[in-house]
């Protein structure tokens, strides 16, 4: 069984900052990439960044470029993502997952294991 655990969200104002964290834990995985998701109310989930497990290669949604940063420890098992010049637009619950077979996937069809989430709330 893999675990896939998030943390760090919460409430914060416009312009503000947030680094949520991923943990991942359980059996051995073959782990090509781990990507961030978010999900508004009424919306679909969307792509948010992801990061390619072995070399570092990074890639983001165009609405946080600039903003937002994906990073990995490879010895704790963990993904994060730094959330700087937040917007309301940015409320979301955000997904950790793991793609097993593509190290550039940004297609929610390409990943196979999924944390449960963590809610961001930006007010104006």
């Known amino acids: 069984q893999v675990q896939l655990v998030e943390s760090g969200g919460g409430l914060v104002q416009a312009g503000g900052s947030l680094r949520l964290v991923c943990a991942a834990s359980g059996r051995t995985f073959s782990r090509a990439a781990m990507g961030w998701f978010r999900q508004a109310p009424g919306k679909e989930r969307d792509f948010v960044a992801r990061?390619?497990?072995?070399?570092?290669?990074?890639s983001y949604a165009d609405s946080v470029k600039g903003r937002f940063t994906i990073s990995r420890d490879i010895a704790k098992n963990m993904v994060y993502l730094q959330m700087n010049s937040l917007k309301p637009e940015d409320t979301a619950v955000y997904y950790c997952?793991?793609?097993?077979?593509?190290?550039?996937?940004?297609?929610?069809?390409?990943?196979?294991?999924w944390g449960q989430g963590t809610q961001v709330t930006v007010s104006s």
């Open positions: 990061i390619s497990w072995s070399s570092g290669s990074t």
């Open positions: 997952a793991v793609s097993t077979s593509q190290v550039t996937a940004i297609r929610i069809s390409l990943y196979d294991y």
